[in-house]
Structures are given as C-alpha cells and as structure tokens.
C-alpha cells in the first residue's frame, strides 16, 4: 500500500505568514511618508501664510484692537463660520443615589457639611455664590438670602426652603461669631476649590460610579423644579440665569410670584 505523500515544501513558492507581515509593512511606508510629508508641507504654508500676516500687520502698524477688526471683517468676506459647541445635557443624580449621597454626609456627622451642601442644592445657587454667603445676608423672615454680585457681578435674592429655616439659626446660634454663613477652622469663608473637594470626599464615602461637582447639584435642582411644573420665567428667577427672551415677556414677574410653587416644589422631596 503506497503512502500518499505530503506536497514538498517549496521555498520559492512557500511564503511565510511573518514574512507576507514584513512584505505589507514595507508596502504602507511610502503611503505613511506621503502623508507626513503632506502634513508638513501644509502645516508650512500655514505658516507662510501666518508670516506674512504679522509683516503686514507690523508695517500698517495695526494696535490689537485693530488687528481683531481686521481678523473679524477678513471672516466676515470670506463667509467664515465658527463651529457650532455641541450642547449636550448635564448629567444628574438618580433620586436614590440623591439620596444616598446625602445619607452618607448625615452618618458622617459633620453638621456644617451637611447643611451647607443641602443648601446648595435646595437653592440651586453657584458654589462661587455660596460661599460668599453673610450672615447679614439671610432673611429668616421671608426665607431668602441676598446675593452680593453673582455671576454677570449682579445682584439677586435666592430663596430656601422654610423648614430649612430652623436649621440655620441653629448653626447660626451654634457658630454665633461667624461672619460667613459657612466658615473654616480659621474663621474664613470656604473656597470654591475647597467645595468640590468635600463633594468628592462623599461621593467617594457613598461608592457613586458617576462624577459628583457642586454645579451638578445647580442641575438636579433646577431639572427636578421644572418637571415639577415651574415655568421658565419662575426658575429664572430661582437660578439667576439670564435670558433676554424671557426677562422681555415676563417682566411683570417677581420673586414674591415664585415663593409659593417654590416652596410646595422643595416639600415633596423627601430630603430634610
């Protein structure tokens, strides 16, 4: 019985997997070179380009307001558009990690924390804004606080919630030197940077996978506010946010308009 034989192995013909690697490899490399060289050249003419524009610029003598008229009107005639920022939606908290996040700060035991953090999402204020907060800002009576030059340097009252009321006067009588509404170990009103880092202290405590900032708390506030049924103009008014449009249809509008969706929105939370 004759044994079939295996076809014998061919070295001009037989090529090896590492071999046809190396072989492709040697092909691409004019192609990767053609596009370095592309780039190079066009990144150049840039340049060039560049060159001659400061040249000019020098010898006209243009001051920088100049220039920046020059570069605007140079836009304009060659119909040059800046491309659109992709708007995209802030991302909050489901309402149990809310929840959980401020369950976490009221085992933790630090009572300012507690209470400070709670304000800054019941107000939807700016940490910026919070922690600029006096003593001789807040009005207990009508559950508001003044905002000495905000963001745009303006001025606005923010309200609170009115069963929150009792709770600052007791940090209030519990801290009876503070200057600030929230003050430091050195009596100094916290920092913004400060803020976020205590944030982050918690989120890390309540093992939250999503990113936790003080502005999301702006988000979760305003967002819960308006699928509670306040309208655009009211939260504007709660938020400090600034829009043409609406300042012109609603002007009639005031915060004492507000007060009462306001406080009727904050009691269903769920969060004292």
Do not use: W
Not at 143 to 158: L, M, N, Q, S, V
Not at 214 to 220: A, E, G
Not at 245 to 252: A, F, N, R
Not at 264 to 272: E, N, Q, R
């Amino acid at each position: 019985m004759k044994q079939s034989r295996k076809p014998a192995s061919n070295n001009s013909d037989f090529v090896s997997s590492e071999e046809k690697a190396k072989s492709s490899e040697t092909k691409k490399l004019p192609k990767t070179e053609n596009f370095a060289k592309s780039k190079k050249s066009g990144n150049s003419e840039k340049i060039e380009i560049v060159e001659k524009i400061v040249r000019l610029a020098r010898k006209e003598r243009l001051t920088y307001d100049d220039f920046i008229y020059v570069c605007q009107q140079a836009r304009k005639k060659l119909g040059l558009k800046k491309p659109r920022k992709e708007k995209r939606l802030p991302q909050i908290l489901s309402e149990s990690e809310l929840k959980k996040f401020f369950q976490v700060i009221s085992d933790c035991g630090n009572l300012q924390h507690e209470i400070m953090l709670k304000l800054l999402f019941f107000t939807a204020v700016r940490v910026g804004e919070l922690v600029k907060i006096k003593v001789s800002d807040i009005d207990f009576n009508q559950c508001k606080i003044f905002i000495e030059e905000g963001k745009g340097r303006k001025d606005r009252y923010i309200l609170f919630p009115n069963n929150f009321r009792l709770v600052l006067q007791s940090h209030l009588r519990a801290n009876p030197k503070n200057k600030y509404l929230f003050e430091t170990t050195r009596y100094t009103c916290f920092t913004p940077r400060r803020v976020q880092q205590i944030v982050k202290e918690y989120r890390e405590i309540a093992e939250i996978s999503q990113k936790v900032h003080p502005h999301l708390f702006r988000h979760q506030m305003i967002t819960y506010l308006t699928s509670q049924g306040l309208s655009d103009s009211q939260i504007q008014l709660i938020s400090g946010h600034e829009s043409k449009k609406s300042l012109e249809i609603y002007q009639h509008l005031s915060l004492k308009n507000v007060e009462q969706a306001y406080q009727d929105a904050v009691k269903s939370l769920g969060i004292d």
